[in-house]
């Protein structure tokens, strides 16, 4: 009779444990589905930051977040523009990923963070992305480090946002965007 006292109370209380584990963490901001967290933080270095397109240099000491993943891709996934050169000697750093190359910036292509490069799973995948009313569709050629900056081999940029579509001129002139911001809301989605 003890012994079944004792594991109906062990029950009781490991189910009273589990619940209330499981809506602590419900409750915690951040750690629902579709919910990307930086993984830690990369020390900044300054260097050598070439600002033909006003990139963010790194700064010595302070710390930027790092990111593995990105928001979930849906039919129209919420991201942020930024302008880059893939052209040799200009803000992108070194050749593209995906082809080790480098691109005129009358090409349609881009760089996506590092969650939604997916190991260069989307190497020459065209997207659509969208914004000012047009759409337009550009070929991943590039990762945009979410992880590692603040280096010779990123322009002694720090790491890109989780959120990030990275693309060339080209693609900010079909959108009509202004260069000058260097920044837009947008949507894309894969083709």
């Given at each position: 009779?003890a ?15 589990l619940?209330?584990?499981?809506i602590?963490?419900?409750l ?14 990369l020390?900044g270095?300054?260097?050598n930051c070439?600002?033909?397109n ?7 000491g302070?710390?930027?977040?790092q990111?593995h993943c ?5 039919a ?12 040799k ?19 349609m292509?881009v760089?996506l963070?590092?969650g939604?490069f ?13 914004a000012?009313?047009?759409?337009v569709?550009?070929k ?20 890109c946002?989780n ?29």
């Amino acid at each position: 009779m003890a012994t079944a006292r004792a594991l109906a109370t062990m029950a009781v209380f490991l189910l009273v444990a589990l619940s209330t584990s499981h809506i602590a963490s419900s409750l915690r901001p951040g750690l629902g589905l579709g919910v990307c967290r930086a993984s830690g933080y990369l020390p900044g270095k300054s260097g050598n930051c070439e600002k033909s397109n006003d990139p963010d240099c790194c700064e010595d000491g302070k710390r930027y977040p790092q990111y593995h993943c990105s928001p979930p891709v849906t039919a129209t996934t919420k991201a942020v523009l930024t302008l880059n050169s893939f052209e040799k000697g200009k803000d992108g750093g070194g050749p593209s990923e995906c082809d080790n190359s480098y691109h005129s910036d009358k090409e349609m292509v881009v760089a996506l963070s590092t969650g939604w490069f997916k190991n260069m799973a989307r190497c020459g995948h065209r997207i659509k992305i969208s914004a000012n009313g047009k759409s337009v569709y550009a070929k991943v050629v590039d990762e945009c480090d979410s992880v590692y900056g603040c280096d010779e081999d990123h322009n002694y940029e720090p790491p890109c946002a989780n959120n990030i579509v990275d693309a060339s001129p080209a693609v900010w002139n079909a959108l009509g965007l202004d260069q000058n911001v260097g920044m837009e809301g947008i949507t894309w989605s894969d083709e």
